[in-house]
Every structure is written in C-alpha cells, then in structure tokens.
T-cell receptor, first 111, second 112 residues
Framework: EDKVVQSPLSLVVHEGDTVTLNCSYE??????LLWYKQEKKAPTFLFML????IEKKSGRLSSILDKKELFSILNITATQTGDSAIYLC???????????FGKGTLLTVNP | DADVTQTPRNRITKTGKRIMLECSQT?????MYWYRQDPGLGLRLIYY???????NKGEISDGYSVSRQAQAKFSLSLESAIPNQTALYFC???????????FGPGTRLTVL
C-alpha cells in the first residue's frame, strides 16, 4: 500500500523563525512529489519535484527531493503569520498515477 | 471566475438521506477526482475519472457513487448518508496523469 508520512504533525513558531517540514514516502512507481498549502479552504499548489537534488524555490519557500532516501523537505525562512496553514505533501505513483496524500503538517506562526 | 466550482458549499442533512455533490470545471481537464478530508487524516481519494467513460474507485469508495456527465462535470452521491460521512469534500482536476491537481473550494457536509 502506498504511504506518505509527514512530520511533525503540528508546529508552533514565532515570526522570523525558519522551519523545516518533512515528508517521507513509500510508493510504487514513483513519478513526482508535490507540496500544497491549505489555509481555510482548498489546497493550493506550491511545488512539484521530480528529480533528486534539484531545489525548487519560490520566495521564502524552498523544497528538495531525495529519491534515494525517499523523502522531501519544505523549508520556510523568515516565517510570517500568513504562513500559518496546513502543508500537505502528496506523491504521484502507484497504479494509474494516483495522488497519495500525507496527513499534513499544521504550522502556526505567532507574532 | 473560479476554474473549479463545487455546489453546494455547505450542506447539513439527516441520516438516510440521498445527497449529491456537484463539481464543474472550465479548465478543459480530462481527469477529475473526489476526495474527502477529515481532521488528522489528510485527504483520501474516493473516486477518480480519466474521461467520461473511465471511472475508478479510490481507497474509500464504499458508501459513495459518482457520475461523469460530461468532461466538465463530475458528481458525487451518497445514496444513504451516515454520520461518519461528515467531512470536507474536495473535487480536483488535472490535465494529465503527472500534472498537478487543482482543487475546488470544497463542500462541508454534515450528516446528523
């Protein structure tokens, strides 16, 4: 059975801190890994990672994939209260290239 | 205008009632998905469809059925709602298998 595990499940930090969110996976026929941000509504796409060792970056957010060790990390530097959200990791793989989600990391950034 | 829309946005119903949740998209995507989200459990796939004639069960399809009326429309039905189907339901679309999925705004369903 395909599995995606995120850690920590929740995290509370202060504005300005740097955070690292983890995602490990066991998926047959791995194709790519995605990160989404979910505030009080639908998940919104952040990154898609397909190749090992290539960092994707968008402003203060960055992510990297290690296909040998089967994990990815999402870094957020200089956190702001607007970064408070659930961060979802998902992997495309398995039969029919389904998307399997982790349970998410709830990030709370306090002023 | 939103590319992926869901109706209704909120619904409260009673045990045993039949409920239909609707999803429409203007993105021209062939692939459509229904997920439910429960606190602490993440998003779980209920059904997915690669085109009008291709519908597949996800990991938690029991108690649900779907209809793909057109490329742009994918409906989820609960034939006889039960309280443990109370959840947030999302529809999503994708252009291709390896494409990112784009989510609708969600339907919050409460079954009393």
């Amino acid at each position: 059975e395909d599995k995606v595990v995120q850690s920590p499940l929740s995290l509370v930090v202060h504005e300005g801190d740097t955070v690292t969110l983890n995602c490990s996976y066991e998926v047959t026929n791995f194709r790519s890994l995605l990160w989404y941000k979910q505030e009080k509504k639908a998940p919104t796409f952040l990154f898609m990672l397909t190749s090992s060792g290539i960092e994707k970056k968008s402003g203060r957010l960055s992510s990297i994939l290690d296909k040998k060790e089967l994990f990815s990390i999402l870094n957020i530097t200089a956190t702001q209260t607007g970064d408070s959200a659930i961060y979802l990791c998902a992997v495309i793989g398995g039969s029919n290239y389904k998307l399997t989600f982790g349970k998410g990391t709830l990030l709370t950034v306090n002023p | 205008d939103a590319d992926v829309t869901q109706t209704p946005r909120n619904r409260i119903t009673k045990t045993g009632k039949r409920i239909m949740l609707e999803c429409s998209q203007t993105k021209g995507h062939d692939r459509m998905y229904w997920y439910r989200q429960d606190p602490g459990l993440g998003l779980r796939l209920i059904y997915y469809s690669f085109d009008v004639k291709d519908i597949n069960k996800g990991e938690i399809s029991d108690g649900y059925s779907v209809s793909r009326q057109a490329q742009a429309k994918f409906s989820l039905s609960l034939e006889s709602a039960i309280p443990n189907q109370t959840a947030l339901y999302f529809c999503a679309t994708a252009l291709e298998a390896l494409d990112t999925q784009y989510f609708g705004p969600g339907t919050r369903l409460t079954v009393l």
